[in-house]
T-cell receptor
Framework: GAVVSQHPSWVICKSGTSVKIECRSL??????MFWYRQFPKQSLMLMAT?????????EQGVEKDKFLINHASLTLSTLTVTSAHPEDSSFYIC?????????????FGDGTRLSIL | AQTVTQSQPEMSVQEAETVTLSCTYD???????LFWYKQPPSRQMILVIR????KQQNATENRFSVNFQKAAKSFSLKISDSQLGDAAMYFC??????????????WGAGTKLIIKP
């Protein structure tokens, strides 16, 4: 089956630093990748959608200068949280969709727990 | 815009019994996909079952089945012979069939399923 690897799974860093999260599709080409944020006991909130080779499309209210998304290849997308602050602490999940028919589902990474001190 | 509603924040069931989780949605589209995802405490998103709107037959996957009522815009999940490993958050999700939406998922708020031993 389709596997998406997300790294790191947990990161703790000081306020003001930048953190990069990687999302890789291991056995398929991901033309579209999605980045979500999930607060405790809540649903997934879509932050942005990225298509390979194009600029990411951000959802309303998501600061694109704060959350930098790069999707430079068909197997890798990165989310960089710049100058992170405690309010950025959250669970971030990526998903990827491959090429092909419209019924292709999204495949999810295992998520990254980000804690900003 | 499409919306997904899960009206049960929490459900509990005795082990080995059957439980039904509710999901309703609103859309003006005729062709779309519906999904149930499971998120256990590990927070990994696991696809449980998928339904294509143009298929009248309800999808089934082992102990999991859906009751898809297109006219009523209802998509409930039935779990038979509940097991302790079924304890998780369950999310209902909608996706347009057309690529114009970038195949984004619209998520319900989730239902926490508790299994009583």
């Amino acid at each position: 089956g389709a596997v998406v690897s997300q790294h790191p799974s947990w990161v703790i860093c000081k306020s003001g630093t930048s953190v990069k999260i990687e999302c890789r599709s291991l056995d398929f080409q991901a033309t579209t990748m999605f980045w979500y944020r999930q607060f405790p006991k809540q649903s997934l909130m879509l932050m942005a959608t990225s298509n390979e080779g194009s600029k990411a499309t951000y959802e309303q209210g998501v600061e694109k200068d704060k959350f930098l998304i790069n999707h430079a290849s068909l197997t890798l997308s990165t989310l960089t949280v710049t100058s992170a602050h405690p309010e950025d602490s959250s669970f971030y999940i990526c998903s990827a969709r491959g090429t092909g028919w419209a019924d292709q589902p999204q495949h999810f990474g295992d998520g990254t727990r980000l804690s900003i001190l | 815009a499409q919306t997904v509603t899960q009206s049960q924040p929490e459900m509990s069931v005795q082990e080995a019994e059957t439980v039904t989780l509710s999901c309703t949605y609103d859309t003006s589209e005729s062709d779309y996909y519906l999904f149930w995802y499971k998120q256990p405490p590990s927070r990994q998103m696991i696809l449980v079952i998928r339904q294509e709107a143009y298929k009248q037959q309800n999808a089934t996957e082992n102990r999991f089945s859906v009751n898809f009522q297109k006219a009523a815009k209802s998509f409930s999940l039935k779990i038979s012979d509940s097991q302790l490993g079924d304890a998780a958050m369950y999310f209902c999700a909608y996706r347009s069939a057309g690529g114009w939406s970038n195949y984004q998922l619209i998520w319900g708020a989730g239902t926490k399923l508790i299994i009583k031993p």
